[in-house]
């Protein structure tokens, strides 16, 4: 059993910041991947951020020189810092993370785990 809760969303005005989180929690695993997406009305999901086992990816175009993606990895946490937030961030954001389950050590699992999300909602 694996989890991934997101938190940090909320209403902010145009030109503010939101730090978004997401910890993973359970037992028995570690991650191979994770990142953040978002999903805007009426719009497909998109990737923003994500991490691999070597570094961050690229930003999505729309986000760069505005957002951060950062984590730390003894609290298998990780972060979005939004600055400058727009109209058209507003969003669901989702955490995704794949990762191996290995309850038993002899049969690993690999698993890809969703969020619920939180909403960000950017307005004056």
């Known amino acids: 059993q694996v989890q991934l809760v997101e938190s940090g969303g909320g209403s902010v005005q145009p030109g503010g910041s939101l730090r978004l989180s997401c910890v993973a929690s359970?037992?028995?695993?570690?991650?191979?991947?994770w990142g953040w997406y978002r999903q805007a009305p009426g719009k497909a999901r998109e990737l923003v951020a994500a991490?691999?086992?070597?570094?961050?990816?690229d930003y999505a175009d729309s986000v760069k020189g505005r957002f951060t993606i950062f984590r730390d990895n003894a609290k298998k946490t990780m972060y979005l810092q939004m600055n400058n937030l727009r109209p058209e961030d507003t969003a669901v954001y989702y955490c995704?993370?794949?990762?191996?389950?290995?309850?038993?050590?002899?049969?690993?699992?690999?698993?890809?785990?969703w969020g619920q999300g939180t909403l960000v909602t950017v307005s004056s």
């Open positions: 995704r993370a794949t990762l191996t389950w290995s309850p038993i050590v002899e049969q690993p699992r690999r698993l890809e785990v």
């Open positions: 991490f691999t086992d070597v570094g961050p990816t």
């Open positions: 359970g037992r028995a695993f570690s991650i191979n991947t």
